[in-house]
């Protein structure tokens, strides 16, 4: 086999592991909210809140973060277009709930310290039925729950792209988790797609009036799908490097 033609087999077997990788699109999902006031099944593409956070640098290259975020919007049509079928974020005379997000978070950050990568970090996401919950301890990620009836529906601790920007009161923030996992309550209440996704994404922004270590702004989260191959995908995928193997072995000879 010439080289161009190994090259070009080479680039096709990437080309078909690119095309089920992660994909950066809003993707739409469902959650059933007849446990918490609603009838039915609604869907959407992403969550909406805002949070207050803790971020902490430590004068060494280092910092640290935590916080608690009250999601209270789902929105669909590429996050443009509030859910108003969802009881999701309302409280009218027991109808509905609330969502929140604790994250923590620690890494290097830069000189300046305006700029932070974190390398390990968690994200867990909570049903709160009665809203009733507060932050206890933002970086220790610990919170007060009156009623004592708030579910943990998913969490993740596995993190990549994760960094963050703040200088004077503005800046912003992107974390991805490949490994966010569903609660058996977790399933359900998110009821589509079964398998649920395994990234989550939170991202938003600083805007706050106060100073370090006390921020606070606008925080979303969205899920990206690492899609499955189709069996026709896989099956040519395995051709190919059996037939890159065969040729391999015959040029050898």
Do not use: C, W
């Not at 395994?198 to 989260?221: I, M, Q, Y």
């Amino acid at each position: 086999m010439k080289f161009n033609n190994v090259v070009k087999s080479l680039a096709l077997t990437a080309g078909l592991v690119a095309s089920f990788s992660s994909s950066a699109e809003f993707l739409d999902f469902s959650i059933d909210e007849s446990a918490y006031g609603g009838s039915s099944v609604v869907t959407g593409d992403k969550f909406n809140g805002s949070y207050f956070e803790e971020l902490v640098f430590d004068g060494s290259g280092g910092f640290t973060t935590g916080a608690f975020a009250n999601l209270t919007s789902l929105v669909s049509n590429e996050a443009t277009v509030p859910v108003a079928t969802s009881v999701m974020g309302l409280d009218l005379g027991g109808i509905g709930y609330n969502l929140y997000a604790v994250l923590t978070a620690s890494g290097t950050s830069n000189v300046a310290e305006t700029e932070f990568t974190a390398t390990t970090a968690t994200f867990s996401l909570y049903i709160d039925p009665s809203h009733d919950t507060s932050s206890d301890d933002v970086l220790a990620g610990t919170v007060t729950d009156i009623s004592g009836d708030d579910i943990l529906i998913g969490s993740a601790s596995t993190v990549v792209n994760a960094y963050g920007q703040y200088e004077n009161g503005t800046g912003n923030f992107n974390f991805d988790f490949t490994d966010f996992v569903l609660t058996t309550e977790g399933l359900s209440y998110f009821v589509d797609p079964a398998p649920f996704y395994s990234v989550v994404t939170v991202n938003g922004d600083f805007d706050t009036l106060g100073s370090l270590p006390d921020v606070s702004g606008d925080l979303s989260a969205s899920f990206v799908a690492v899609e499955v191959p189709e069996p026709s995908t896989v099956a040519v995928l395995a051709l190919g490097l059996v037939g890159l193997g065969m040729s391999a072995r015959r040029k050898n000879k």
